[in-house]
């Protein structure tokens, strides 16, 4: 809430300034690429309160909220770098000198994108989460319902075969040794997989 404290004050700032600035006849707030730049910053500082409340709202409900705190943080933090960088603009050499706190306000938006852990690694984390509820949905155990099927009655033939296998031939040694090995280690992987996956998920959505 403070760093949109210090948007809500940098576009304050820039509206009392191109208010009241004349350029070629007209203020600079009825110019439309002045109001689009104005507009914009203002949504993101908007969007930003939301995210923070939403975030809020589930750690007032007990949840852990990792993801929607990410999400706020990095929002914010951009929200903020923009609006203060559009107030500069929009001030000209006014806003950046130590005339207004535009400056200062600049120089502290840049570290709010490390502070609380940099965005590429909130962005790291909201697509892991992301992903691990995408393994939680109904379709994606339809398929891998339909892949551990598929491969047990693959490697259920390969046994079949086996037992009917002509072992002085060297090629039917060779598919015997493949069967014995390699088979053995690809179904550890595959079991590992189908446990460890659903409890990944169980303690994802757990967290939240």
């Known amino acids: 809430m403070r760093w949109l404290g210090l948007a809500r004050r940098s576009l304050e700032i820039a509206n009392a300034y191109i208010d009241v600035r004349m350029s070629g006849g007209k203020r ?15 949504l993101q500082v908007r969007i930003g309160r939301l995210l923070v409340m939403h975030a809020a709202s589930k750690l007032d409900a007990g949840a852990m909220a990792r993801n929607e705190l990410s999400m706020a943080k990095v929002h914010v933090a951009d929200a903020l770098h923009r609006a203060v960088d559009t107030a500069i603009q929009l001030n000209g050499g006014r806003g950046y000198s130590k005339d207004t706190p535009l400056e200062w306000i600049y ?3 840049r ?13 790291m984390v909201i697509a ?19 892949f551990f099927l598929a491969t047990s009655f693959v490697y259920l033939a390969q046994i079949i075969g086996f037992a009917r296998t002509d072992f002085r031939d060297e090629a039917n040694l060779t598919d015997t040794i493949t069967i014995a090995v390699v088979e053995p280690l690809f179904w550890t992987v595959h079991f590992f997989l189908m446990v460890q996956i659903p409890l990944l998920t169980m303690r994802t959505l757990a967290e939240e």
């Open 28 to 42: 600079l707030a009825e110019r439309e690429s002045v109001q689009l730049l104005v507009g914009e910053a203002a």
């Open 107 to 109: 120089r502290y938006a």
């Open 128 to 146: 892991r989460r992301e992903l691990t509820r995408l393994i939680g949905t109904p379709l994606f155990w339809v398929l891998a319902g339909v």
């Open 111 to 123: 570290q709010a994108r490390l502070v609380d852990g940099a965005s590429e690694v909130h962005k």
